[in-house]
C-alpha cells in the first residue's frame, strides 16, 4: 500500500539551530516526492521536489530509496520558517498522496 | 491570475442538508483534485478529474459528488450532510499528474451540527 509517514506532529527548534523533519514512504515503484508547506492563513503552496534537486528558501531534501525516506533539511531555522509542512509522493496514477503534517514552531 | 479559488470560505450545516462547495481555476489545468483535511490526518483525495467530462474516486468519496462541466469548474456536492463531514476542503489543480505541482484554494471550513 501506498503510504507516507510523518512521525512528528511538532517540531520546536530555537532561531539558528538546524532543522530535519522526517518523512518516510512505502512505494513499490518508483515515486514522485514533494514538500508542500502551509504558512498561516496562506494557502498549500508546494516547497520542494525530489526531481528538481533545489534548494528552496534554505531547504534541501534528498530520496533515499534504500531508506525509503525524504527528510526536509535546514541547516539554520529562522522564524519565518515556523508553517505546517506535508510530504507527499504521487506514483503511476498520479494522485498525490499526503503524510499526516509536521507543524514546525520556530522560537526566537 | 487568481488562481485556484473557493467559495465560500466558511459554512454551517445542519446534519441532512446539502450543499455545493465551488471551486474554479483560471489556469487552464486538465486536471483537478478535492481533499478534505481533518486534524492530525494530513489531507485525503475525495474526488479527481483529469479533464471536462471525467471524472473518478479518490481515497474518501463517501457522501459526496462531483462533476467536471468546463475546465475551468469542479463543483464538489454534499447530499445528506453528516458531523464526520466537518473539515476543511481544499480544492486544487495541475497542468498534468505525474511530477506536477499542485496548486491549491484557500479552502473551505465546513461544520455539520
Known amino acids: 500500500a501506498q503510504r507516507v509517514t510523518q512521525p512528528e506532529k511538532l517540531l520546536s527548534v530555537f532561531k539558528g539551530a538546524p532543522v530535519e523533519l522526517k518523512c518516510n514512504y512505502s512505494?513499490?515503484?518508483?515515486?514522485?516526492l514533494f514538500w508542500y508547506v502551509q504558512y498561516s492563513r496562506q494557502r498549500l503552496q508546494l516547497l520542494l521536489r525530489?526531481?528538481s534537486r533545489e534548494s528552496i528558501k534554505g531547504f534541501t531534501a534528498d530520496l533515499n530509496k534504500g531508506e525509503t525516506s525524504f527528510h526536509l533539511k535546514k541547516p539554520f531555522a529562522q522564524e519565518e520558517d515556523s508553517a505546517m509542512y506535508y510530504c507527499?509522493?504521487?506514483?503511476?496514477?498520479?494522485?498525490?498522496?499526503f503524510g499526516q503534517g509536521t507543524t514546525l514552531q520556530v522560537k526566537p | 491570475n487568481a488562481g485556484v479559488t473557493q467559495t465560500p470560505k466558511f459554512r454551517i450545516l445542519k446534519i441532512g442538508q446539502s450543499m455545493t462547495l465551488q471551486c474554479t481555476q483560471d489556469m487552464n489545468h486538465n486536471y483537478m483534485y478535492w481533499y478534505r483535511q481533518d486534524p492530525g490526518m494530513g489531507l485525503k483525495l475525495i474526488y479527481y478529474?483529469?479533464?471536462?467530462?471525467?471524472?473518478d474516486k479518490g481515497e474518501v468519496p463517501n457522501g459526496y459528488n462531483v462533476s467536471r462541466s468546463t475546465t475551468e469548474d469542479f463543483p464538489l456536492r454534499l447530499e445528506l450532510a453528516a458531523p464526520s463531514q466537518t473539515s476543511v476542503y481544499f480544492c486544487?489543480?495541475?497542468?498534468?499528474?505525474?511530477?506536477?505541482?499542485?496548486?491549491f484554494g484557500p479552502g473551505t471550513r465546513l461544520t455539520v451540527t
Open positions: 512505494y513499490s515503484g518508483s515515486p514522485e
Open positions: 507527499a509522493l504521487t506514483g503511476n496514477t498520479g494522485k498525490l498522496i
Open positions: 486544487a489543480s495541475s497542468y498534468s499528474a505525474v511530477s506536477y505541482e499542485q496548486y
Open positions: 478529474s483529469v479533464g471536462a467530462g471525467i471524472t
Open positions: 525530489h526531481i
